[in-house]
T-cell receptor, first 113, second 114 residues
Framework: QQQVKQSPQSLIVQKGGISIINCAYE??????FPWYQQFPGKGPALLIA?????SEKKEGRFTISFNKSAKQFSLHIMDSQPGDSATYFC????????????FGKGTKLSVIP | DTGVSQDPRHKITKRGQNVTFRCDPI?????LYWYRQTLGQGPEFLTY????????KSRLLSDRFSAERPKGSFSTLEIQRTEQGDSAMYLC????????????FGQGTRLTVV
């Protein structure tokens, strides 16, 4: 099964708050889990990524938490800012062959002042 | 800036016409991918090149679609006899297998079939 399930579909957070987006996968053939940020009319931009042998990775205000046994991972955006308003996609990469990415359906984040 | 450029950024075409898109990755990107993204959805994999060889194609890639990557540099994606269902953002992504880096996306080509 190639699905990556992402929730919520949309999220409204006040400035300074914490935004949390969750993803779950089924296939154990994935070896790399990136998050992409996409603004309207633009291509997805890599935000942060994690490998399954690590439980957490932090880069600035962005943190990925990874639960290998539950096959779940999440993105936390601390001190959310209006400039963070965008659509966020989790993805999972096949560990062989084309190393193609399978994406979730996206979460539209709105950070209100 | 990922270094992956796509041309054109926007394309409006009439149903039944052929269209061609171009992607220019950076020289280190021996891996090249095409994805398609429809409104409100995540990108979906279409095809993959390792250097000039097209090694994998999705079932989404119908016979009307063809992709090339001559000399392992730029790539083109052609859609023949376009249909309204082809309207989408077509994204190109590059990656470096030696560095095992993630895929870096271009800005995409927005296709509208009228």
């Amino acid at each position: 099964q190639q699905q990556v399930k992402q929730s919520p579909q949309s999220l409204i957070v006040q400035k300074g708050g914490i935004s949390i987006i969750n993803c779950a996968y089924e296939n154990t053939a994935f070896d790399y889990f990136p998050w992409y940020q996409q603004f309207p009319g633009k291509g997805p931009a890599l935000l942060i990524a994690i490998r399954p042998d690590v439980s957490e990775k932090k880069e600035g205000r962005f943190t990925i938490s990874f639960n290998k046994s539950a096959k779940q991972f999440s993105l936390h955006i601390m001190d959310s800012q209006p400039g963070d308003s965008a659509t966020y996609f989790c993805a999972a990469r096949w560990r062989a062959g084309s190393y193609q990415l399978t994406f979730g359906k996206g979460t539209k984040l709105s950070v209100i002042p | 800036d990922t270094g992956v450029s796509q041309d054109p950024r926007h394309k409006i075409t009439k149903r039944g016409q052929n269209v061609t898109f171009r992607c220019d990755p950076i020289s280190e990107h021996n891996r090249l991918y095409w994805y398609r993204q429809t409104l409100g959805q995540g990108p979906e994999f279409l095809t993959y090149f390792q250097n000039e060889a097209q090694l994998e194609k999705s079932r989404l890639l119908s016979d009307r679609f063809s992709a090339e990557r001559p000399k392992g540099s730029f790539s083109t994606l052609e859609i023949q006899r376009t249909e309204q269902g082809d309207s989408a953002m077509y994204l190109c992504a590059g990656g470096d297998s030696l560095a095992n880096t993630e895929a870096f996306f271009g800005q995409g080509t927005r296709l509208t079939v009228v």
